[in-house]
Structure formats: C-alpha cells, structure tokens
C-alpha cells in the first residue's frame, strides 16, 4: 500500500513537463508528429472497424387452410401462387439485366480509355 501513495497526477505532470523541458525544439516536433500520426491510424482503424450491418427483413408466413379443401382449390391456389412467383422472377431477372448493363457501360468506358 505504501507503493500508492507515491502515485499522483500531479507529480506525473510535473515529471513530463520536467522532460519536456530537457528535450530540444526539434525533438518535440518530432513527438508531435509521431503522436499526431499513431492517433489518426487509431482514428482510422476504429471508424473502419464499424461496418453497418442492413437489416434484412426476412419474415415467412405460413398459411393456415382448412382440412376440408378440396383439390380444385388446391390447383387454383398454386395456380396463383406460380404466376406470382414468375411475375417476381421475371422483374429479378429485369433489375439484373439493367444492373449488367449499368457495369458493361462502365466496362466499355474504362477499356476505351484504356484503363
């Protein structure tokens, strides 16, 4: 316990001011330089490490039919349900033909600028 009561801010102050004042001009410079620099790697590194993550919503619902359906209804049901299914592909393959063309374009820019 005796080892802490030799510890205080104060005296640390005065101990880095005392070698602050012992070092030449330059030297400090140098100090700052190098602080200023490890600080703004530090800076970087942990404004770089905080990666949003999009939420994705991704629910599934069930449907809940009555026992007492009968096949018709069933055939009706997966009737609708494919035609949506080709209406939601035929617009997914539509968003990737444009995304393709939006890359082809810079494609074609950067090989005629010979990038």
Known sequence: MTFLKYISPLRALRDLRGYLATRKKHELWFMILALVVTFGVI????????????YKKNIIYVDSWPITRTEAEIREKQKVDEAKRQAEEAAFQERQKKRQAEFKKYDDWLKKHGI
């Open 43 to 54: 800076v970087v590194f942990v404004k770089d490490s905080h990666v949003p993550v999009p």
